[in-house]
């Protein structure tokens, strides 16, 4: 499978952005997105299998960030709402052969990072 993340941008604290990655090849179900902010590791944002409907998300981007899947356009999206300085990182999209996870390690397959921003 391969993955091509992209929608990030440079934005203003309170601002919205929508990052989408498209997938070719086979279709893993479980899907996440993580960022990696300057100096820091690689961590999960929010995750979700789209076969059985099911969604997690990290504690510091609950209520702000949704996770979801076109699947006509074999396309996971991450809206986030009121940004903060803080959401500042590279943002990943990647595919595990699992049914769930919330771990880094147990996603097999990365697209390349897209860079978000916030910054006033």
């Known amino acids: 499978v391969q993955l091509q993340a992209f929608g990030g941008g440079l934005v203003q604290p309170g601002d919205s952005l929508r990052l989408s990655c498209e997938a070719s090849g086979r279709a893993y179900s479980l899907l996440g997105w993580f960022r990696q902010p300057p100096g820091k590791e690689r961590d999960v944002v929010a995750a979700i299998n789209w076969r059985v409907g099911m969604t997690d998300y990290v504690e510091s981007v609950k209520g702000r960030f949704a996770i979801s899947r076109d699947n006509a356009k074999n396309t996971v999206y991450l809206q986030m709402k009121n940004l903060k300085p803080e959401d500042t990182a590279v943002y990943y999209c990647?595919?595990?052969?699992?049914?769930?996870?919330?771990?880094?390690?147990?996603?097999?397959?990365w697209g390349q990072g897209t860079q978000v921003t916030v910054s006033s």
């Open positions: 990647a595919a595990s052969p699992l049914t769930w996870s919330m771990k880094r390690d147990e996603y097999d397959y």
